[in-house]
């Protein structure tokens, strides 16, 4: 039996929470297109469809809020947290945002252009979608290991650098505006990057002169495996190793609803000054006046006080552990996993579970559909639906190698006993998993389908 780790925290605030029966559920599917995107929060008994905003603040971060400077322009709160972005990332400018893909869609539109193409060891869904929007493409390069479940390299989100280096030749460099990685890789299961690959990956990017990004959700979770599993860092605190990481690069877009532990909140932060204007007046535009990019300023403070709590070791062990203990009891109980965990999530490998389903009819959908009709646990499935993409020459789809069903835990929110039902659950899934079908779609949006699709049992 898997060990649960010790909490860094002690409960002060809690939250009811309630199970609707199995015909409530049955009904509730039904009224939501099978999408659970579509099924009322107060109707999910634990809720692992994201980690994003959807983590407890702590007492310090609530204070902040008590203290929120809501002036138009350039508020306390803004040079609070511009502190301790510089103090953290180092970057010399940032712009606040609302979340992470308003700071993406910001960079992408002041920089791509119809034809262009950015690198990345693997966009998830809404960075793809905002190169895509513009006309760009997104192109994925990780290393094979980061394709195979069961491998067990200790970074298997690194960038494939001989295929990237041959990738820019290929395009040629002034077709490719900006390449990125992204810490850890959440589409490919969570994996962390090596601060040896992000330096080699840098290296490659500025020998073309390609502005170099990273996408920082979870760069804390990133470090600590760097400091955990990469010879010379094991002494090294994490907020020195974020340093250092951020260093080998020109900027990055974060969504704080991650590692910065708030509800809501986002910045893009780099070192060009002519970037940064560009950015200045696109979120004027879109997001806000540039010190507050649509955030409140008790906002702000929460950001900036949940960084510097992101960065904590105590924390960081916890957090990671806390992962680990749902990774092992699913392997207890058969249930196949990407392996090794990453930080914030653990992954169902659904091709393994639900191998006579073809992806062609969806089996990640179909078993998140599943999860929730057996226990009220919303999870969310990264594979066909997310994922998957008409061919522009051929018109045939085209299905990504992995197929996941991910279940996110939010931070500082579940406790044991409400993983060890999760796993439960998912072991009652895998005696009848015989017995699942398939799904079709019945609408679909052009990007970002899985959002707002609807279904139908085949």
């Known amino acids: 039996m898997a060990n649960f780790p010790l909490e860094p925290f002690r409960i002060k605030v809690i939250e009811p929470v309630h199970c609707p029966s199995r015909q409530e559920r049955e009904r509730i599917l039904l009224d939501a297109g099978y999408n659970l995107f579509n099924v009322p929060a107060d109707a999910v008994y634990v809720d692992l469809m994201t980690d994003s905003g959807t983590s407890a603040m702590s007492d310090n971060q609530w204070a902040g809020m008590m203290v929120g400077d809501e002036a138009y322009a350039h508020a306390r709160n803004f040079f609070n947290l511009k502190e301790t972005i510089q103090s953290i990332f180092g970057f010399e400018y940032f712009v606040p945002t609302h979340q992470g893909r308003a700071a993406e869609n910001i960079l992408f539109t002041t920089m791509v252009r119809p034809g262009m193409s950015v690198p990345n060891n693997m966009h998830f869904d809404t960075t793809e979608a905002n190169v895509a929007a513009r006309g760009g493409a997104p192109v994925n390069l990780v290393i094979k290991e980061g394709l195979n479940p069961t491998s067990h390299h200790p970074f298997k989100g690194n960038m494939d650098v001989v295929r990237l280096d041959r990738f820019i030749q290929d395009t040629k460099p002034e077709n490719i505006p900006v390449g990125m990685i992204t810490v850890t890789n959440n589409a490919g299961g969570g994996q962390p990057v090596s601060m040896a690959n992000i330096r080699a990956a840098s290296a490659v990017y500025r020998r073309y002169g390609i502005p170099f990004f990273i996408d920082a959700c979870r760069y804390a979770e990133n470090c600590y495996f760097i400091q955990q599993r990469e010879d010379g860092y094991a002494q ?40 940064y204007r560009d950015a200045c007046n696109e979120s004027i535009l879109r997001e806000g006046f540039p010190t507050y990019g649509g955030l409140a300023g008790r906002d702000l403070e929460a950001m900036a006080r949940g960084l510097w709590e992101g960065v904590d070791q105590d924390y960081l062990a916890y957090r990671v552990a806390h992962t680990r203990y749902l990774a092992e009891r699913m392997l207890e109980e058969g249930i196949p996993i990407i392996e090794p965990p990453g930080g914030h999530a653990v992954y169902v490998d659904v091709k393994r579970m639900l191998p006579h389903i073809p992806q062609a009819n969806l089996p990640g959908q179909a078993l998140s559909i599943e999860l929730y009709r057996e226990a009220g646990v919303r999870s969310i499935e990264l594979g066909a639906v997310a ?22 835990i939010p931070r500082r929110v579940y406790t044991q006993t409400h993983l060890d039902y999760v796993v439960n659950a998912l072991a009652k899934i895998r005696d009848r998993c015989d017995e699942l079908r398939g799904f079709r779609i019945t609408y679909e949006p052009l990007l970002l389908r899985h959002f707002t699709a609807r279904y139908e049992p085949l």
């Open 387 to 408: 994922f998957g993409h008409a061919d522009p020459d051929t018109g045939e789809m085209v299905y990504p190698e992995l197929e996941l069903l991910r279940l996110a």
């Open 236 to 275: 090294k605190p994490v907020k020195d190793i974020a340093k250092e990481m951020f260093s080998h690069a020109d900027g990055c877009t974060m969504s704080a609803k991650k590692d910065a532990l708030v509800n809501i909140g986002g910045f893009l932060a780099m070192n060009d000054v002519k970037i």
